[in-house]
């Protein structure tokens, strides 16, 4: 079997209207945007962000953790936000966040941080025209200040009132509702390449079905 083959046999053992709405959802997925949170102390905050990735159908998320170690991180490997690729950079006695950037960077990507000081430009003017990873800062402080000096680009939300910033998961929305908007309506290629979208499918149908999917994913792949 190929894994196109296998997603067949997979969407066999699951309701239709499941398999459908799982082969939607993968539709519109896109990893030309990248979520990064840094340093964010309660770990509600940080799956308020994650159920928003998935809202807007970002698939891709990363945290950074210097002065929280393994807080955020140790909710993420519950699988409380499954349906996500995220990883994460918090290594001890390591500045994570120059080593998250320079990972980016080395990956391609535009590295763009939020921020409501000294923006360079509002988040309106600006579009995803390649792949671009946004970071968000810390409740109450925001962003390091490597964060803001490696970045690409710092990008902020306007604010008409006495408030100086969102709540990291309302900035987080704000920022996703409107870029994701702007990029469907774009002529940019966001949508995942046809065999990242097979793999996501069985990836999503085999957490759907706990250990039967993994069992049934070793039977068909031996059969590859």
């Keep these: 079997m190929n894994r196109a083959e296998i997603l067949e046999s997979l969407r066999k053992y699951i309701l239709p209207e499941r398999a459908q709405r799982i082969h939607q959802a993968a539709i519109e997925r896109t990893r030309l945007i990248k979520v990064v949170i ?3 102390y309660q770990d509600n905050n ?3 962000v994650f159920r928003t990735c998935d809202c807007f159908g970002i698939q891709e998320a990363t945290v950074i953790e210097n002065r929280y170690l393994t807080k955020v991180a140790q909710s993420i490997s519950k699988g409380s936000e499954k349906w996500l690729n995220t990883n994460k950079f918090d290594q001890q006695n390591t500045n994570n966040t ?10 391609g990507y535009l590295v763009v ?14 579009e995803v025209t ?19 000096d490696l970045a690409d680009i710092k990008l902020k939300v306007p604010i008409y009132g006495f ?26 290629n966001w949508q995942l390449p046809e065999n990242e979208r097979i ?3 069985i990836d ?21």
């Design 98 to 107: 120059v080593a998250c950037i320079n990972d980016l960077k080395s990956n």
């Design 199 to 201: 793999e996501l499918e």
């Design 113 to 126: 941080a939020t921020t409501p000081h000294n923006p360079d430009v509002l988040l309106p003017d600006f």
């Design 46 to 48: 940080a799956g308020a």
């Design 163 to 188: 408030t100086e910033s969102f709540n990291i998961s309302v900035s987080a929305a704000l920022v996703l509702q409107d870029l994701t908007t702007k990029l469907r309506k774009s002529k940019v």
């Design 204 to 224: 999503w149908i085999v957490k759907s079905m706990g250990r039967t999917g993994v069992s049934l994913l070793n039977q068909f792949s031996k059969s590859a």
């Design 130 to 148: 390649q792949k671009t990873a946004i970071i968000f800062g810390t409740e109450g402080k925001g962003l390091t200040q490597d964060a803001l």
């Design 38 to 40: 840094e340093d964010i």
